[in-house]
């Protein structure tokens, strides 16, 4: 059958089968999705029914006494409750893909737990005094690794690990080719397979957990002003990764953070200026990034202290170069570290009071 020509020229983009317009779309970022959407109202409805905006972190209150726990949602600004049983006489020291790991000084008891699904995953016994602990993936995952690095002398580390199903943890002293002070204040983070540890002076050490090698990098510390370097400096580090890359951010009393990412090729850390619309998310124990959230909350770094009641996050904006609310700024080292903690709450989650 021939099909004419004027037939042909007549139609248009808005002309695409739905199937192939949705596939099309589905594939979009979420600037390029509301940029399609005002092409015409039947494109604006392909492209709102696939779009997606990712879920951002909640933080997660642990109370001095008692069985509840309040999470805040900094997008929609509202605080919601969980009574956690499971929790009494634990510790938080990690949260990642909606997982807590947690710990209880008086058993020496280490495990997983969902607040979301209140699925417990237990771990070998283990004493964690003055270590920093990590895990590389939800322990659901054949994937899941943890990691402990503990201070022996400036010159050896003690690193441990663990996986969901093991009898007992593995320990090896390795000796640092570089001074590296572990402490508790130290940052833990998994990029790229390999566990990423920021010491208390900024030197960067490096754990492959499938070769189980370890070795501090000839990276200089990130540069700060000396200002920085003032009462309780060594608080206000945090420390995550996003798409590969590792990035640090340093803050201090009332001075703007500065936030640096680990350049792996010239092996040195570059300041940056923006977040290309990241989002960073930062708590003592546990930092994360996010992609395609509101774009109000886009470019900026979000701390775990609310203000105003219960109402807003300390935020700091990249774009505007400013903390909102403004000179909302925060002294980490009146902070207790184990007081609250960013999660990864499931889309759509009702099971709150």
Known sequence: MEVKNEDLELQTWSDLPAELLELILSRLTLDDNVRASVVCKRWHSVATAVRVVNQSPWI?????FGDWYDFFDPVQRKTYSLELPELSGSRVCYTKDGWLL???????????????????????????????VAFSCAPTSPDCVLLTVKHVSPTVVAISTCYPGATEWTTVNYQNRL??????????????GLFYCLSLTGWLGVFNPSERTWSVLSVPPPQCPE????????KGKFMTEQDGDVIVIYTCSSENPIIF????????????TTLDGITLFASFLTSHSRTDLPGIMRNSVYFSKVRFYGKRCIS????????????????????DPFENIWVEPPKDFSGFT
Request: glycine share 2%; aromatic share 26%.
């Open 60 to 64: 997660m209150y642990f109370p001095k």
């Open 102 to 132: 947690l710990y209880r000084p008086r058993t020496h008891r280490v495990f997983f737990f969902n607040p979301f699904t209140r699925e417990i995953i237990k771990l070998p016994r283990f004493e964690m005094t003055y270590q920093i």
């Open 179 to 192: 001074p590296f002070v572990s402490s508790i204040w130290n940052k833990l983070v998994f990029c790229n």
């Open 227 to 234: 200002n920085f370097f003032a009462k309780n400096w060594w």
């Open 261 to 272: 990412k680990l350049d792996q090729t010239l092996m040195e850390w570059e300041e940056m």
């Open 316 to 335: 700091f904006s990249l774009d505007d170069y400013r903390y909102y609310p403004r000179k909302q700024w925060h002294d980490w080292g009146e902070q």
